[in-house]
């Protein structure tokens, strides 16, 4: 009786705990009820392989092993090498492919791509010069003397240089707005007429009167407009009116002209305390009334004095 309490336990514990140990090793049923019919005394003999006996000790840890070393991995299932190497920076080197190939400049000719980068490179002088003199005048307002020149020479400097950025910026915009009329002559992606010459009108129209805004205003003017010019050149390469590279050109040079007058911006509001005010506009128009005024007072002055002198 002892034994068949003992082999019924063995075998729940094995069903219970895998069933691939059960389904593998299984026990003749018409064995299993001839040893329970028996009498206590006889002898309990079981048909029972070798892995069976290691499953009714350890029934848990091996059902699982069995179930990982016969479960076929992802790899394989896929029909690929389960030991093939997964390339972690495939995807990086694709989107930087596709950042590369989105902004190539291969189709510009050489030309217009050296000239159009030396273009920019005095609009990016001037705005690195703002931002160090800029600094020159803070680490004088801080320390008390500048480091390579005094701040009084440097706000000289910053007042000089100010007049040659934004005179710079609307020579600039003038050109990109005669490229339109350039076009427009060579017949370039048919006749367009009025449109595109007022394209070319647009820029030197909105260019050249920021000459007279106080600087700050000048500097957020024209970043629009080579925004607004950007925008409008991309349209006419889409279009066919320029070539296919003219807006992808466009972009890059408008990047580093925006970011210079972006880099003058801060720079320039470092200083905003310490520099002497500028006049505005509205100031300069009254000071020139005022001295027009100051001449016509003089001349009649002048005129009076004449005429006394000459009845004496």
């Not at 001839?34 to 003999?45: D, I, K, N, P, W």
């Not at 995807?91 to 989105?102: A, N, P, Y």
Request: a neutral charge; hydrophobic letters at 45%; one cysteine or more.
């Amino acid at each position: 009786m002892l034994n068949q309490t003992f082999a019924a336990r063995a075998l729940f514990r094995a069903v219970s705990s895998s069933k691939a140990s059960v389904a593998r090793f299984s026990v003749s049923r018409s064995g299993f009820k001839a040893q329970l019919s028996s009498s206590a005394h006889q002898s309990v003999r079981l048909t029972t392989p070798t892995s069976l006996a290691l499953s009714l000790h350890r029934p848990l840890t091996t059902a699982l092993i069995r179930y990982a070393s016969t479960v076929p991995s992802k790899t394989e299932m896929d029909g690929k090498p389960a030991d093939e190497d997964v390339d972690m920076m495939a995807g990086i080197r694709s989107d930087m492919k596709t950042i590369k190939d989105t902004f190539s400049l291969r189709d510009v000719p050489k030309e217009a791509l050296y000239f159009g980068m030396a273009g920019v490179v005095p609009y990016l002088a001037t705005s690195l010069e703002t931002v160090y003199l800029a600094w020159e005048m803070n680490n004088t307002a801080t320390t008390g003397s500048g480091f390579l020149i005094s701040g009084e020479t440097a706000e000289l400097m910053l007042h000089i240089i100010e007049p040659l950025q934004i005179g710079y910026g609307a020579v600039i915009l003038s050109f990109l707005g005669a490229i339109h009329w350039g076009l427009e002559w060579a017949g370039y992606g048919g006749k367009h007429g009025i449109k595109r010459y007022m394209t070319g009108c647009i820029a030197p129209a909105v260019a050249w009167p920021t000459l007279l805004f106080p600087i700050e205003h000048a500097l957020i003017s024209q970043f629009l407009a080579f925004v607004f010019l950007y925008y409008n050149d991309a349209r006419a390469a889409a279009r066919g009116w320029a070539p296919h590279w003219y807006g992808m050109y466009r972009f890059v040079l408008t990047f580093i002209v925006g970011g210079s007058i972006v880099a003058s911006l801060i720079g320039r509001e470092r200083i905003s305390q310490a520099i002497t005010p500028e006049h505005t506009f509205t100031e300069k128009v009254q000071a020139l009334l005022f001295l027009r005024r100051k001449e016509i007072e003089e001349a009649k002055r002048k005129e009076a004095e004449e005429k006394a002198a000459a009845e004496e």
